[in-house]
């Protein structure tokens, strides 16, 4: 018998007030399906933090949701990162997402690598190490099936990944991806390499395929030939692309089940209906009365 199936929802912090709308609308929408936790984006150069904080308590104070902060290392020193997590601590957050984040500008060498800031975490499993004196929070990471595209391949992000779990993580939650045999091979091998943390595959549902292919081209997911050519032909007809997404990721989740995987993470870009969709097809049913949104 196939065990129960958990979720966990991504949000971004809203830049402007319909925006803001959008996103509580979609907390609303997806906080009766009793995710794990949900997260909130953070910028690498601290660009968000306000706005993630905002939108971290006040989910915290108006829902029942457990939410978990992004908190990403570069850009800014060892204590001003520490500083964030003992006030996120003492506000009673318990769980956060740590993250190397994507590389300012200054933080980049002359041939464009990436060059720790003196002074500040190196790395995501330094800053996991470093979240572990501040408290016993629950803590998840990142993972790349395909390999990150600043790494030497899969086998080298193997070995971080394992660095960051050692350090004390408790998940791993991958970039979304579409080549399901990756991901069940990318899981093999991180049992192979004695990684006993939870691997979460992220499921994108695909809102429109111009932005996913800029987001693939940035993480270095790979998009198959087969689904380009589903979206062919519907840049002006946005409900049968909402069907076509809601078809591809349930096949996705429906497969992965077949394997044994029974917790996802979505990836909601601050939209409901798909995620929504996706969550009903899985098997979970909205349950109200213990959801309290205001």
């Keep these: 018998m196939s065990n129960p199936v958990a979720v966990s929802f991504e949000f971004f912090p809203p830049s402007d007030e319909p925006m803001g709308r959008q996103l509580w609308d979609c907390v609303q929408r997806l906080a009766p399906l009793r995710p794990n936790f949900v997260?909130?984006?953070?910028?690498?150069?601290?660009?968000?933090?306000?706005?993630t904080h905002e939108c971290v308590l006040r989910i915290l104070r108006e829902t029942d949701l457990v939410v978990a902060p992004h908190l990403t290392c570069v850009g800014a020193s060892r204590e001003e990162v520490l500083t964030i997590a003992r006030e996120y601590w003492q506000q009673g957050i318990r769980h956060m997402v740590a993250l190397r984040g994507d590389v300012p500008v200054d933080d980049?060498?002359?041939?464009?690598?990436?060059?720790?800031?003196?002074?500040?975490f190196a790395y995501a499993s330094d800053l996991v190490a470093g979240l572990t004196g501040i408290g016993k929070f629950d803590l998840s990471v990142a993972a790349y099936p395909e390999g990150h595209p600043e790494s030497d391949g899969v086998e080298a992000d193997?070995?971080?990944?394992?660095?960051?779990?050692?350090?004390?993580?408790?998940?791993?939650?991958?970039?979304?991806?579409?080549?399901?045999?990756?991901?069940?091979?990318?899981?093999?091998?991180?049992?192979?390499?004695?990684?006993?943390?939870?691997?979460?595959?992220?499921?994108?549902?695909?809102?429109?395929?111009?932005?996913?292919?800029?987001?693939?081209?940035?993480?270095?997911?790979?998009?198959?030939?087969?689904?380009?050519?589903?979206?062919?032909?519907?840049?002006?007809?946005?409900?049968?692309?909402?069907?076509?997404?809601?078809?591809?990721?349930?096949?996705?989740?429906?497969?992965?089940?077949?394997?044994?995987?029974?917790?996802?993470?979505?990836?909601?870009?601050?939209?409901?209906?798909?995620?929504?969709?996706?969550?009903?097809a899985l098997g979970l049913r909205p349950r109200v009365a213990e959801a309290r949104v205001a």
């Design 158 to 280: 193997l070995e971080n990944l394992k660095r960051k779990v050692d350090a004390g993580a408790d998940r791993a939650i991958t970039q979304f991806f579409f080549d399901t045999d990756a991901f069940l091979r990318y899981r093999d091998r991180c049992v192979t390499a004695g990684i006993r943390a939870a691997l979460v595959p992220g499921i994108l549902p695909i809102t429109r395929l111009p932005q996913l292919l800029r987001f693939a081209e940035r993480c270095g997911a790979s998009v198959p030939q087969w689904l380009r050519q589903r979206f062919d032909g519907l840049e002006d007809d946005p409900e049968t692309r909402r069907m076509i997404a809601a078809n591809v990721a349930i096949e996705q989740v429906q497969r992965l089940r077949e394997h044994g995987v029974d917790e996802f993470h979505f990836y909601t870009l601050n939209r409901a209906e798909l995620t929504y969709a996706i969550c009903h």
């Design 108 to 120: 980049l060498s002359p041939d464009g690598c990436y060059r720790p800031r003196a002074g500040g």
């Design 39 to 51: 997260s909130v984006t953070y910028g690498a150069d601290g660009s968000t933090r306000t706005r």
